[in-house]
């Protein structure tokens, strides 16, 4: 049974970081030992959607922990969404609604940072929606951003 959970660790661990660029990051509190705790702020392109890039911030813990990739980030996040390019409106009608666009650990093992995109055809617009869950407790911070599709 260790050694089963010791395998999931490292294949945890080893996994290459989701499609997400780095845009810049900035300290929030010093730590004496690590790197300090930032706020991370990072891009990355809806992959059903060509021509909209949603921007998400996030809290990073540092520290020893952090440096090592043990630590649990704070459950915050901010986003925003926004047309970078041509929409084909007829294709973001059709995309799976709610369906996960991006999702990221915030923890060792139990902790997830995720965007679900939904499509609103009432307003066609599609909404984008980033919050934190946990397999034991998640948690109700959110944050939601929308990008029109356009009047017909």
């Not at 730590?31 to 392109?45: H, M, Q, R, S, T």
């Not at 909404?127 to 946990?134: A, F, K, N, P």
Request: aromatic share 8%.
């Amino acid at each position: 049974m260790l050694r089963s959970v010791l395998a999931l660790l490292v294949l945890l661990v080893a996994l290459p970081a989701a499609a997400e660029e780095e845009i810049g990051s900035v300290g929030y509190r010093f730590k004496w030992l690590g790197p300090n705790d930032k706020i991370v702020v990072e891009a990355f392109d809806d992959p059903d959607i060509p021509g909209i890039t949603c921007y998400i911030s996030r809290a990073r813990t540092g520290g020893i922990k952090g440096a090592f990739g043990l630590a649990e980030d704070p459950p915050y996040a901010s986003i925003s969404c926004h047309q970078v390019g041509p929409i084909d409106a007829t294709r973001a009608e059709k995309v799976k609604s709610p369906h996960e666009v991006f999702s990221e650990r915030a923890s060792l093992i139990f902790k997830t940072t995720q965007v679900v995109r939904f499509y609103d055809p009432k307003r066609r617009a599609l909404v984008y929606l980033t919050y934190t869950d946990r397999v034991i407790e998640g948690s109700p911070q959110n944050s939601i951003t929308v990008v029109p599709l356009g009047v017909r």
